[in-house]
């Protein structure tokens, strides 16, 4: 069996509060990402009101069967590790702009597994990470929402229309 863990990141360790706390920030960036992301996608406000009805009900739909569709699915979630000295990351999502919020973020270093493919890192750093991953989730269920704690940065729900907002 090979092992993709191909969006796998690594922390020093930190408190419940200073975790949450980082994961809100991670938040209210993503927020302004998907914002940009759908106004990419859809033009301005006036076009994406008139579609926002039926692009809800196809991100439901895509939730409810487990599908991946990144023309609506704006969902962002993450598994959290911690071991040792590090809090190990798994990050759920289909669109790179919001992927690089974790990627990007000064606390965060990548620390992706696979077993598929070659890595550029020396074998005593892949040792590490192998041995890592298997402590947190490969050698219990290998499901990371069963073996750590999940965060949800963004769920499933696309961001009410301005106009809808403001009609009354």
């Known amino acids: 069996m090979s092992i993709k863990i191909y969006y796998g990141y690594k922390m020093p360790i930190m408190n419940l509060i200073e975790l949450l706390e980082w994961c809100e ?10 914002l940009y992301l759908i106004k990419e996608l859809y033009g301005d406000d006036e076009d994406y009101y008139k579609k926002w009805s039926d692009l809800q009900r196809m991100a439901w ?3 409810k069967k487990g599908e991946r569709n990144p ?3 704006f969902s962002f979630g993450l598994s959290l590790f911690p071991v040792e000295d ?3 990351i798994i990050v759920f999502c289909e669109h790179d702009k919001l992927r690089d919020l974790i990627h990007d ?5 990548f620390f992706g597994y696979w077993t598929n493919t ?7 750093e892949w040792d590490e ?5 298997n402590k947190v989730i490969l050698d219990k269920s290998g499901i990371p929402n069963n073996d750590g704690f999940s965060f ?3 769920n499933y729900n696309l961001p009410i229309p301005k106009k809808f907002l403001n009609d009354d």
């Open 86 to 88: 590090y809090i190990l």
């Open 25 to 34: 920030n991670i938040r209210i960036e993503a927020e302004k990402v998907r």
């Open 61 to 63: 739909e895509v939730e």
């Open 152 to 154: 949800f940065i963004l």
């Open 105 to 109: 973020n000064s606390k965060v270093d």
């Open 118 to 124: 070659d890595h550029d890192e020396t074998e005593e």
């Open 71 to 73: 023309s609506v699915d």
């Open 129 to 133: 990470r192998k041995r890592l991953w």
